[in-house]
């Protein structure tokens, strides 16, 4: 089985060469692919000094197409298994291997880590925790299952979901739209506990008004989903 770690990453040069280190020690078997999405620091520099892949975006243009970038990379390398671990240091890589059993033993294609699943500690922020529930709830009736963290980023997928979000994948704030769309698609989800960690570096780029963009954007963009034709995911 040939794994791919897609880091999408934007001004992380505090935290990127940790967290390339530490995917190394814990994902030995893998490759390694950074998405510079446009930063402006040193995150380019980092991952090439690290010898790990780098696409380099030719300006910010956001989550979506960042990740939607590394699903075309294993695409079109033929990778079995694309592990999400971001580069901000929130997602421990000691960790990843939970995530990716599920996939290797077909249990389900696509593996969200989630926060909420068991209490380990990590505090998010109150008017973040009301959104990630208000998603939690409205998504969980969409997809007739109890999904308690759509927003996590630390993710895994297999062959299929791959070339799935490769081809269609939500640009902007894309993880709980993307849950939807897997599910239309007939793609089998689960999610299995994780510890968050806090930021390493830098600082979030959502603020309060973007929350209140996020959540209304997403909302949005999902109520129109469930319009939308579903595909083959071929």
């Known amino acids: 089985m040939r794994v791919l770690v897609i ?21 030995p078997f893998a490759d390694v ?5 446009g930063s402006l ?35 079109e390398n033929d990778y079995d298994i694309a592990v999400q671990i971001d580069g901000d240091g929130q997602h421990d890589p000691s960790e990843a291997m939970g995530i990716i059993g599920p ?18 500690g990590y505090k998010t922020p109150l008017a ?17 299952r109890r999904i308690t ?6 993710r895994a997928a297999n062959r299929q979901a791959i070339r799935f979000l490769s081809r269609d994948y939500p640009s902007d704030y894309p993880e709980p739209e993307a849950v939807v769309l897997l599910h239309r698609n007939g793609f089998r989800i689960l999610e299995v506990p994780i510890t968050m960690r806090e930021r390493r570096g ?22 129109i989903g469930l319009f939308r034709r579903v595909g083959n995911g071929d």
């Open 7 to 27: 880091i999408p990453a934007y001004n992380e040069e505090e935290s990127l060469g940790s967290v390339i280190e530490e995917t190394r020690e814990h994902l």
């Open 33 to 37: 692919v950074v998405v510079n999405d």
């Open 41 to 75: 620091d040193s995150t380019s520099r980092i991952a090439e000094e690290k010898g790990v892949f780098l696409l380099n975006l030719p300006y910010n243009l956001g989550i979506g197409t960042a990740m939607q970038t590394g699903y075309i990379f294993a695409d």
């Open 103 to 120: 996939v290797l033993e077909e249990k389900a294609d696509v593996v969200i880590g989630s926060r909420y699943l068991e209490e380990r």
């Open 128 to 144: 973040r925790r009301v959104g990630i529930a208000l998603f939690s709830s409205y998504i969980s009736l969409i997809v007739r």
């Open 149 to 154: 963290d759509p927003t996590s980023g630390f």
């Open 202 to 223: 830098g600082r979030s780029s959502i603020t309060f008004l973007r929350a209140c963009y996020y959540m209304i954007k997403v909302s949005l963009a999902i109520f």
